[in-house]
């Protein structure tokens, strides 16, 4: 199975997740044949491309025909020297910092800029701060999702809510409420 000119351009992850479902495999019996668990293939699926090593995620990608991308750091090469002057946000899904949206019945998460520069922690939860996209190394541009690659700067809860566009709207209500404690 190939991919079509509209789906080159999605995410690595959603490429192979629609691959899967259009085969007809559930992820169980995909992480039986690719030598992995259900719950990391779960997690690969929603974004979180680190659930799975390298050769994993190869086989997966091989299992379903599905063009690999490029090795994370390789695809943007500057990428280590422009994020030292780039934006900073912070990856954590749970942060006040990250306001959620539903797109396409999926959340996405919207990663609030902080300053880059000698800060290293969230001034809202004290995680590291990131100032690359986790799935290519490109630096964070001013958007939701990386340029180079698509994938969403910061992961998705997991489990996904069943409701996505309730959840984004109590969940920035809630943002609201704890940003207004700090005014």
Do not use: Y
Request: glycine content about 10%; hydrophobic content about 40%.
């Amino acid at each position: 199975m190939s991919t079509t000119d509209d789906t080159d351009d999605l995410p690595l992850f959603r490429r192979l997740r629609n691959a899967r479902r259009a085969r007809g495999l559930t992820q169980s019996a995909l992480a039986a044949q690719a030598g992995c668990t259900q719950s990391a293939l779960s997690m690969m699926e929603t974004g979180r491309m680190d659930a799975l090593a390298r050769p994993t995620l190869a086989k997966v990608a091989e299992l379903l025909g599905v063009p690999l991308d490029p090795e994370p750091g390789t695809a943007v090469p500057a990428a280590t020297a422009a994020a030292s002057a780039g934006r900073a946000f912070c990856p954590g899904c749970d942060c006040p910092s990250n306001v959620p949206l539903a797109v396409n019945g999926e959340i996405i998460l919207w990663p609030r800029p902080q300053p880059g520069g000698g800060r290293r922690h969230c001034a809202f939860c004290g995680e590291v701060l990131a100032q690359t996209c986790r799935g290519c190394g490109a630096p964070a541009g001013a958007g939701a999702c990386c340029v180079q690659c698509g994938m969403p700067f910061v992961p998705p809860p997991v489990p996904e809510p069943r409701d996505p566009e309730t959840w984004a709207d109590q969940r920035r209500r809630q943002i609201a409420d704890w940003r207004a404690l700090l005014d």
